[in-house]
């Protein structure tokens, strides 16, 4: 299973092909064709006509849960939008790389616990427990391999959280020129996250929900 593959939300059933409409109740199928994580969503018609008596013995089943469809929101107008914790995660995720894996745990967590994201299952790959997310305004689904931090780690993951929020994926910029000092300024969204995930790493256990 490819652990770090985001899977859309579908605006149709995948069997009918009916559009889903506005606070409609749909299920969502996942199911493993190696290397690929398969997101099947499916009316809750066509889920009891022909999925529920047998799911759980379909040949790659992963997971399952039943969710209210909400229309994607209007695209924003083209701008160069700031690095927050929840734009980071995502580009971490496409990025795929092993070395991201701590943070990418430690992200996530740390957007559960906003209400950002919600664990809908964990399952266990190869011995190691694998947690399913999902962005309940997207829809996206993604999973993330829980990295057994050890305490000695944790002081490095932090440091590398932090510095990616701070400074994104491109790494730390050459230091500017010293600014007037104006007085104390309010903390801005990235030291508000970086804070956040500082608080987070010490105690990193996400939260299983069906909700």
């Known amino acids: 299973m490819n652990d770090w593959n985001i899977q859309s939300r579908a605006h149709a059933c995948e069997e009918c092909e009916q559009g889903f409409v506005d606070k409609q109740l749909y299920h969502t199928l996942l199911v ?5 994580l398969v997101r099947k969503d499916l009316c809750d018609a066509c889920w009891q006509d022909k999925f529920s008596a ?6 790659g089943f ?3 849960w039943q969710g209210t469809y909400e229309p994607p929101p209007p695209t924003p107008p083209d701008a160069i939008q700031k690095s927050t914790a929840e734009s980071l995660l995502k580009e971490l995720v496409e990025l795929n790389d092993p070395k991201y894996l701590a943070a990418s745990y430690i992200l996530a967590v740390m957007l559960e616990r906003k209400r950002i994201i919600k664990v809908k299952d964990q399952v266990t790959e190869e011995g190691h427990r694998v947690f399913i997310y999902e962005h309940p305004k997207t829809g996206d689904v993604f999973t993330i391999p829980d990295p057994a931090l050890q305490l000695n780690l944790l002081e490095t993951v932090q440091r590398q959280v932090a510095d990616l929020l701070e400074y994104g994926l491109a790494g730390k910029p050459p230091a500017p020129a010293p600014a007037p000092d104006t007085g104390e300024a309010e903390a801005s969204d990235d030291q508000t996250d970086t804070l956040a995930a500082e608080e987070v790493v010490a105690e990193s256990e996400p939260e299983t929900t069906n909700a």
């Not at 493993?32 to 690929?36: G, L």
């Open 62 to 64: 992963l997971s399952h």
């Open 32 to 36: 493993t064709d190696a290397p690929d």
């Open 54 to 59: 047998d799911f759980k013995k379909r040949e």
